[in-house]
């Protein structure tokens, strides 16, 4: 009775680990929905199968954990509404700043074009022309017209004589250029007097009236000018006398003049001192400094006391091409 007792349990306690087991088996690893005593799976379309609802997700996982991608969606839809905030300015706010800072700019570019429009370019050729037309008319009264002097004495030589030399030049190189003249006044038998006259608040200003040139030791009366890069410049010395510089225009100076050279040369004696723009010096020194002023200018100099006819000429038809253009003519 015992052994049959024995029996009867071992027998109920084997079926009861085989249900567990298939209802296991059918859930994780048989057919899908599968329960105890069933030999096949329900219809798919009566009731999605937990195996889909599990493979499913199984296209997150091959781009990454669900919970992460997830997560990066969230964090990369921030950050492109972040962008797209400040590119527009939140609720257009920047946007609306950008606009008006463009316009804005546009705007003081089209005031500053419309400035610069307005502001005058510089006197015309023709304003400049009239005022140097009065002037060269007033010296002409003066000194008389530029011609070639015959001799009063037989030892006197032929000579440029009246408005002899005009020429336009831009001593300040500003677009607009200066007059010189340089003239044979009454009384004396060559050319010995040189102008200078500016185009200034619409007028013509005399910015320089000298003696004529003296290149040398000896009389040689001469206008020297002296083109560098930043200027031109006129060499001044009175004849007989080894004292000069070099001036130019400027038009900020009180006299429209700006000197730049001042020297000294005593050759005359072996006391006389050698002075360049106010310091004393050997000469060899002063001859270095001059020099250095002079180098790589291009240099005109015309000598008024022994000239050829065919120089003089030259020179005269010149000034006549220059006042011709000067008086519209």
């Known amino acids: 009775m015992k052994k049959f007792t024995a029996l009867l349990l071992a027998a109920v306690l084997m079926l009861a680990l085989s249900g567990c087991t298939i209802e296991t088996l059918g859930e994780w690893g048989g057919l899908p929905g599968m329960k105890a005593g069933e030999t096949s799976a329900p219809d798919k379309t009566e009731e999605p199968s937990k195996q889909e609802d599990a493979e499913e997700p199984q296209t997150g996982d091959e781009t990454g954990d669900p919970e992460e991608t997830e997560t990066n969606g969230e964090t990369t839809g921030e950050t492109e509404e972040t962008d797209g905030s400040d590119e527009t300015g939140g ?3 920047t946007g609306a700043d950008e606009t008006e800072g463009s316009a804005e700019e546009s705007a003081e570019e089209t005031e500053e074009q419309s400035e610069s429009a307005e502001e005058p370019a510089g006197p015309s050729d023709e304003e400049v022309y009239a005022a140097f037309a ?6 002409e009264d003066q000194c008389g017209e530029g011609e070639i002097r015959e001799p009063e004495e037989e030892e006197d030589p032929r000579m440029l004589w009246g408005v002899a030399v005009v020429r336009l030049i831009d001593m ?3 677009g607009v250029p200066e007059l010189y003249v340089a003239c044979g006044e009454p009384g004396y038998v060559y050319l010995n007097r040189q102008y200078l006259y500016v185009y200034f608040d619409g007028e013509a200003e005399q910015a320089l009236r000298a003696m004529i040139t003296n290149d040398g030791t000896e ?8 083109d ?4 031109v410049y006129l060499g001044i010395g009175a ?5 000069g510089k070099y001036v130019t225009v400027d038009l900020e100076e009180d006299g429209l003049i700006r000197t730049d050279v001042e020297y000294q040369a005593g050759y005359m004696s072996e006391d006389d001192k050698f002075i360049f723009n106010g310091e004393e010096m050997s000469m060899n020194e002063f001859e270095a400094r001059q020099d250095e002023f002079l ?10 006391l022994e000239m050829t006819d065919e120089e003089m000429t030259a020179v005269l038809e010149t000034t006549q091409e220059t006042i011709a253009q ?3 003519e």
């Open 326 to 328: 000067i008086r519209g």
């Open 228 to 231: 560098k890069e930043d200027a």
């Open 172 to 174: 300040n190189k500003d």
């Open 295 to 304: 180098d790589g200018a291009e240099i005109t100099k015309i000598s008024y």
């Open 239 to 243: 004849p007989f006398n080894l004292d």
């Open 91 to 93: 609720n257009g706010e």
């Open 134 to 139: 009065d002037v060269i008319a007033e010296l």
């Open 219 to 226: 009389i040689e009366p001469c206008s020297m000018i002296v």
